[in-house]
């Protein structure tokens, strides 16, 4: 018995290697295809996020290993259409998952090959348009008290106070904190926009304590590095020769730790708690306090107002209020 469970453990390593081998070597295939280098630079030009270029790319590279043995880039419109067809109903991927496949292959095969095809217009996949999971600001205390790693205190309550984006924080640099006009900069964000945020006085103050731990002249939040204390130095001496910020794998690791400590992985069916949990307190608390819709845009960094009155949904102070208006209609 023991020597067959032990077959059967060494079938399924044996697999396991297999698979990766196999995904290793098809990966490496890919890279050596000229067509596939022509659009890793055609990408690395364009003037999209990092994170874009990294989904144009997989994108890519999962059609081609959809259809093995075959030049993707003669694939036929209706080859195409039956890849996007077959994530949605064969793979029951979610809507926004097909919509940024659909985004990567338009650009692959319409702005870098040149194929204007009719099914780029035809393309209407609706997305899923839920409410945020929001915080009361009661839980939002009892989340910060949570966190157990001081650099990542710092960093969850500078994302809620400012409604940070994971990667604007982790990117986010000493000299972009305007101490004199108590301003947090931006820089970089979403659509490689620039804006400033206020900060309070006593986050401005805590702001200064943690970056005195560590003095790194670079960054706001610094990588210790995995082996830091095997070389016998400090934290504070790791994270100021540190040439590297914080990962967001990282970040969002000590989240699911603090998450999970509290016991909020299952909140009654709501959405989990995520890092951009924050950014969404942030907004209702604003909304409820009575800043205005205009202002909060402002601050989030939206295009348009119309991403951010979804908060107005969630804002207690708009439902007290409203409740108060229809309590003096006549008729009761």
């Known amino acids: ?198 900060i309070s006085d006593e986050l401005l103050a805590r702001l200064r304590a943690f970056w005195k731990q560590h003095r790194n002249p670079e960054w706001m939040f610094p990588a210790p590095g995995r082996g830091w204390m095997t070389t016998g130095s400090t934290l504070g001496q790791a994270l100021h020769r540190s040439e590297r910020h914080l990962s967001d794998s990282a970040v969002q690791a000590a989240m699911r730790a603090t998450v999970l400590s509290l016991g909020w992985d299952k909140r009654h069916g709501k959405r989990p708690v995520t890092c951009h949990t924050l950014r969404h307190c942030f907004a209702t608390h604003l909304l409820d306090a009575g800043v205005s819709v205009r202002l909060v845009s402002q601050y989030l960094g939206h295009s348009s107002l119309k991403p951010t009155l979804v908060y107005l949904h969630l804002t207690e102070v708009s439902e007290s209020a409203a409740r108060e208006v229809m309590a003096k209609f006549p008729g009761l």
Request: aromatic share 8%; net charge positive; hydrophobic share 40%.
């Open 1 to 198: 018995m023991f020597m067959l469970a032990g077959a059967m453990k060494a079938k399924n390593t044996n697999q396991t290697k297999n698979k990766s081998t196999r995904k290793n070597d098809n990966a490496i295939a890919l890279g050596s295809l000229e067509w596939y280098q022509e659009f890793v630079r055609f990408v690395e030009l364009r003037d999209i996020a990092p994170r874009t270029r990294v989904s144009y790319l997989a994108w890519v590279r999962r059609l081609h290993e959809a259809r093995p043995g075959r030049n993707i880039t003669t694939l036929s419109e209706g080859e195409v259409l039956d890849f996007l067809i077959a994530l949605r109903h064969e793979r029951e991927l979610k809507d926004s998952t097909v919509n940024q496949a659909a985004c990567a292959l338009r650009g692959f095969y319409r702005d870098h090959l040149g194929r204007d095809w009719k099914a780029w217009s035809k393309i209407k996949i609706r997305r899923e348009e839920q409410l945020p999971n929001v915080l009361s600001r009661e839980e939002v205390a009892k989340f910060l008290g949570a966190v157990r790693v001081g650099r990542f205190r710092a960093m969850f309550t500078l994302m809620y106070h400012c409604g940070l984006r994971l990667g604007e924080v982790i990117r986010l640099k000493p000299g972009h904190i305007d101490g004199k006009r108590r301003v947090l900069r931006v820089v970089g964000g979403k659509g490689a926009k620039d804006r400033d945020i206020p």
